[in-house]
DNA sequence: CGCACGTTTGAGCACCATCAACTATAGTGG
DNA sequence: CCACTATAGTTGATGGTGCTCAAACGTGCG
């Protein structure tokens, strides 16, 4: 998968470009958004340097110290977690606008790793700067505030879906939610490529990935949507919406 | 249940009593954590009101604007979201020195309800006064993102629990998280009350009320604890963390 | 080309949900 | 005070969903 999977060290290489932010075509999803053009240029003066992650590769390991919060630049990364025994558990797909390493925070120790699914590329942002800077700029803290809400929301999302829901269910919801964040940042809603395998999928639906590839097969069958490998076309979204809204209501 | 059941008006009674951080038992959980005498004083000006909340009633429900944030000074709650078909996913439990409506910052509404498990007493933080404040005094900043950020990292707790657990390593997951935030809070953690019905038990857990019931009888046949109505006494701790090492390791 | 990995598909089974009956408890009113 | 009711909890029997094990296929990379 690694065309350099010879060498086991970490893969990341930095370089220091200049970013900015105010060219940047994120800035209405990520964190400099609502702030005026001297904000962002002192937003841009924290923002040091931008990291390129290769395919495969870690941004950082739990366990690691967090110094920095990353926003995602490029490409399309897999958060996760491990139990003590060993056991995966993917927390999130962060894709581009996103932040990376929110859940570090609080003890300054990543709690996730977080693994390139493709050749990426992310902003770092040092934590220390972000902090005393979003002092100094209300509408960035409370920009950061929301940002770090939105986080929990989603996650209660993703309980609601582990708790309540069904196998396909769960799998409408995943397609539907990828499909909606691709549209927010201009691709295609109906039509995307799987970054990640069946297996992550399912770990992070909590479900098999023997699972996940019937659930595939089954909506093919049922025409909502064309699986050819990791890409995917939605064929019928009325229909895959239908599924969700089945969750409880037995049907 | 609540002897005032026969009123069907929200039963939130409003009490303009002085709140005093710094004379708190809680001030060391809670949001004013290292904060010096001086700047515990300014928090205290921010946080004008306690509110009491009864057992059965809502301190606020999901869709409510949000202007507050709460801490709860005394009892129990219980936070819930709903999905479009009205189904109950249970987010969490939270107790005293935990804050309430982190996930209505995103949107300034609240996505969860929360409704007292117990008659229980809630300090009211105006958030608007919070984040200015925030910016004056950077320990309280640092302080909130990282409320933020562990709230985001106990979900993640949760998504492996639900994701990867089996029922009765659920369970014990959660009788232990509960035995281990009784004991910060200078309680038994051997022994306990569950302020909490099964069935809400098995909705936070991703199970039926049944299952949890079985699972309190199982636990109890195996000498693990003792089960009586809502109270529940741990007999064999390290037997209960053998339970949830069992999660993958097939034991 | 050929190996490794990801994926698909099938068969059988385990776990937990469901349905149902019963018990216990607390609160209500005669 | 005790029936009466409503709500919560327990326990049993049964079945379905998704896991497990297994085999075969496709794809892409070395």
Same mark, same amino acid.
């Given at each position: 998968m690694n065309h350099t999977s010879t060498i086991p060290i970490q893969e990341v290489s930095l370089k220091h470009l200049k970013v900015a932010c105010s060219s940047c075509s994120l800035r209405e999803l990520c964190l400099p958004l609502g702030l005026n053009s001297d904000e962002m240029n002192q937003l841009e003066t924290v923002i040091t340097q931008r990291v390129k992650v290769k395919k495969g590769e870690p941004l950082y390991r739990a366990g690691d110290a967090m110094r920095s919060l990353f926003a995602v630049r490029l490409g399309f990364f897999k958060m996760s977690v491990l139990s003590e025994d060993g056991r995966e558990q993917v927390t999130g797909f962060q894709m581009a606008g996103e932040l990376l390493?929110?859940?570090?925070? !609080? &003890?300054? &120790?990543? !709690?996730c790793g977080a693994i390139a699914l493709e050749d990426s590329e992310v902003c770092e942002i040092p934590f220390a700067d972000l902090e005393e800077l979003s002092r100094h700029i209300p509408s960035l803290q409370n920009n950061f505030y929301k940002v770090l809400s939105r986080e929990i929301v989603r996650d209660h999302g993703v309980m609601m879906l582990l708790g309540n829901m069904k196998a396909e269910e769960r799998l409408a919801a995943f397609l539907l939610n990828l499909s909606q964040r691709f549209a927010l940042r201009g691709y295609s809603s109906r039509s995307f490529v799987l970054r990640m395998t069946r297996e992550e999928i399912g770990s992070y639906l909590g479900l098999k990935l023997e699972t996940i590839s019937r659930g595939f097969s089954r909506f093919q069958e049922q025409g909502l949507i064309r699986v050819h490998n990791k890409e995917i076309e939605i064929l019928d979204l009325p229909a895959l919406k239908q599924v969700l809204s089945g969750c409880s209501g037995k049907a």
């Open positions: 390493g929110l859940d570090a925070i !609080s &003890t300054e &120790t990543h !709690s």
